[in-house]
């Protein structure tokens, strides 16, 4: 997409609604991502995407399997933005290299409480949330409660808008992620 559509915003030329979320953005990782500059284009979605993904942040989850529902979700949308990101993020949690291959890959997991949620995240997708009895027992048999299946619509949804925007405005892996990509 055209530069000139959803341009590479700076905290001077963003939108002034979105100039706050920006700095913030900026404060918390040291540089101003092109993908959170494009988004700024739509303050409203760049906002919404922030609180989305800080409550999902916030779940009674844990951080390995959060991440193996946002790779899940950057994977099964092709949003290459998103798979450096979080392929860098799953290495500053020490995840096995061959978990974050698998991911990569769409691939079953040798962990199983982890491919519990990678399951459940694909499932709940297919069906449109109306997984079957079998299919929530499964997740739930692996550690997993029922606050924690809706914790992974709450992830759903905050990664549908992340990798969607992010494919449609063509953002960038930063150079800081070219080595995840």
């Known amino acids: 997409m055209p530069a000139s559509v959803f341009p590479d915003h ?7 609604a979105a100039r706050r979320a920006l700095e913030g953005v900026r404060r918390k990782q040291g540089h101003l ?3 959170a500059a494009r988004l700024a284009t739509s303050p409203e ?7 989305a993904s800080a409550a999902f942040e916030s779940t009674t989850l844990d951080p390995l399997s959060r991440e193996v529902l946002i790779m899940t979700m950057a994977t099964r949308n092709d949003c290459h933005v998103c798979v ?6 799953l290495t500053a949690l020490d995840a096995d290299p061959e978990l974050i291959a698998a991911l990569r890959e769409r691939r079953a997991l040798t962990d199983e409480r982890l491919e519990a949620v990678r399951e459940f ?3 709940v997708l297919a069906t449109s949330g109306a997984v079957d009895d079998a299919t929530l027992r499964a997740f739930l048999a692996h550690g997993y409660t029922a606050r924690n299946a809706l914790e992974v619509v709450l992830g759903i949804g905050a990664y549908t808008m992340s990798t969607l925007a992010n494919r449609m405005t ?12």
């Open 10 to 16: 700076t905290l001077e030329s963003a939108p002034a």
């Open 33 to 35: 991502p092109a993908a």
């Open 45 to 51: 979605l760049l906002d919404g995407f922030l609180r």
């Open 84 to 89: 450096a990101m979080h392929t860098a993020r």
């Open 121 to 123: 995240t694909l499932a």
């Open 170 to 181: 063509g953002a960038p892996v930063d150079p800081r992620l070219a080595a995840f990509a």
